[in-house]
């Protein structure tokens, strides 16, 4: 059981930068994996990011979307138990929902495959015009 809130959205232009945030809270335990999905209009849910946020290795394993690798970087704050999506470069193409996901099993498919997670938030809105 976990409470996931995002926050950060907002509205840039090509070319710059936002920050993602994804507070955990009401929880038992931490959750082990987490990830960041998106989608916009008429388009599927897309998995963006992920990341381990538990075991002696958290943070040590990270997957990227191909279409984000090298712009946007996922990490886990431990101690604030918040994830975090940093995105630099951003283009027209990234606008969407924003969302956060959590699960607490470990399991042997892709941390960007939707329905490997269990707790999702609410959503924040990403807008880049050109």
């Known amino acids: 059981q976990v409470q996931l809130v995002e926050s950060g959205g907002g509205s840039v232009q090509a070319g710059g930068s936002l920050t993602l945030a994804c507070e955990a809270s009401k929880y038992t335990e931490k959750p082990n994996y987490m990830g960041w999905f998106r989608q916009a209009p008429g388009r599927e849910r897309e998995g963006v990011a992920a990341i381990e946020s538990g075991g002696i290795h958290s943070g040590a394993t990270t997957t990227y979307a191909a279409s984000v690798q090298g712009r946007f970087t996922i990490n886990w704050d431990h101690a604030k138990s918040t994830l975090y999506l940093q995105m630099n470069s951003l283009k027209p193409e990234d606008t969407a929902m924003y969302y956060c996901?959590?699960?607490?099993?470990?399991?042997?498919?892709?941390?960007?495959?939707?329905?490997?997670?269990?707790?999702w938030g609410q959503g924040t809105q990403v807008t880049v015009s050109s």
């Open positions: 996901a959590a699960d607490f099993r470990w399991l042997s498919i892709s941390g960007l495959a939707s329905l490997r997670y269990t707790y």
